[in-house]
């Protein structure tokens, strides 16, 4: 909704839920397709029936660079660039397997990780992309991860506006070479209204507005922004209570990513983790805890915690309705 107001596509991020049945949901509901990080990812929700993925990330050793352009004999396929060589050994590999593939230069907007300099140096790029057979220029990433968890409104609009300034720098530099992005992608969940109204990106790439997590929480948002609902939880059980102040669920760090801090305990007034290990999440509590208890954790970091699971049980008033495998469960290669 929020995006077709503003007249841009969504393409959301798959890495989140990591599967086909949410994707084909987002896509029955307005999104041109979906992102996913690796080529293992791409290849889950292909065969999971995704007609339309973009890999927002280099793909650059011989084996994935074959795979990729062989799943883009049979799906619409993107990927991104950001050195000449990557364009090159993309561009051989998809003559090979006669295929196609779209590909978007990204550019480093204040990631500081991947991306070509913009303006000049990200033209020359592209123009390279346009020159290799088999390569589809489609337009330009333009993704500031580091944007989504700044917490206040302010600090993510700075960083947002400082991003514009790249891909305008980026679009001035590809028109004196009669080259133009028809898409810009990015985005995401802490900032993609910004993204939205700025009148620059075309594509929102958010991901965890699916089923949001603990980080996501300690935003502040403006009283405007759209505001998305808790949606996941992860469902232990008590399995210990040897005081009245400590319990222990049978949910440790194999079942939930603690990158951004410990899950927090919804629901449940006084309660905290205070320390995970393999199999254990040891609490503490403001009162007898009983063993049989279920006890409903919200992650730190949604995407690898999903990632540690096989299945997404979906809950409508209080009753099972379906199950989602997760697809690309692992795909990491």
Not at 107 to 120: K, L, T, W
Not at 199 to 228: H, I, K
Request: glycine residues 10%; aromatic residues 4%.
């Amino acid at each position: 909704m929020a995006a077709a107001t503003q007249g841009v596509r969504l393409r959301p991020h798959a890495k989140t839920h990591r599967s086909a049945d949410v994707a084909l949901a987002q896509i029955a509901l307005g999104a041109v397709g979906v992102c996913c990080q690796t080529v293992g990812e791409a290849e889950a929700l292909v065969a999971g029936g995704v007609p339309d993925v973009l890999v927002t990330n280099e793909v650059v050793s011989p084996g994935k660079l074959a795979r990729l352009c062989g799943l883009a004999r049979v799906a619409r396929v993107g990927v991104l660039v950001d050195h000449p060589a990557a364009v090159d050994d993309l561009g051989r590999a998809a003559r090979a397997a006669g295929a196609e593939v779209g590909v978007l230069v990204e550019i480093d907007v204040g990631q500081n990780r991947c991306g070509a300099i913009p303006g000049e140096p990200a033209a020359m790029l592209a123009e390279r992309v346009v020159a290799t057979e088999g390569l589809r220029f489609d337009g330009l990433q333009a993704y500031h991860g580091a944007a989504q968890h700044r917490r206040t409104p302010q600090e993510r609009s700075q960083a947002i506006e400082a991003a514009a300034l790249s891909v305008r720098r980026t679009q001035a530099a590809l028109a004196t070479r009669g080259l133009v992005a028809s898409v810009i992608g990015g985005a995401g969940t802490g900032t993609f209204a910004l993204e939205a109204a700025s009148g620059l990106w075309t594509e929102l790439q958010p991901g965890s507005y699916v089923f949001m997590d603990a980080d996501y929480a300690a935003n502040t948002w403006a009283p405007e922004s759209v505001r998305f609902d808790q949606a996941l939880h992860l469902v232990a059980t008590v399995i210990s209570a040897p005081t009245p102040e400590r319990a222990v669920l049978d949910a440790g760090l194999k079942a939930v990513a603690t990158d951004s801090g410990v899950p927090l305990v919804a629901g449940r007034d006084g309660w905290q983790v205070d320390r995970l290990s393999d199999e254990h999440a040891t609490c503490r509590t403001p009162d007898q805890a009983r063993p049989g208890e279920r006890v409903h954790l919200i992650p730190g970091h949604i995407d690898p915690t999903v990632n540690l699971h096989d299945w997404l049980v979906v809950v409508e008033a209080g009753r099972v309705v379906a199950l989602w495998p997760v697809t690309a469960r692992g795909a990491s290669a």
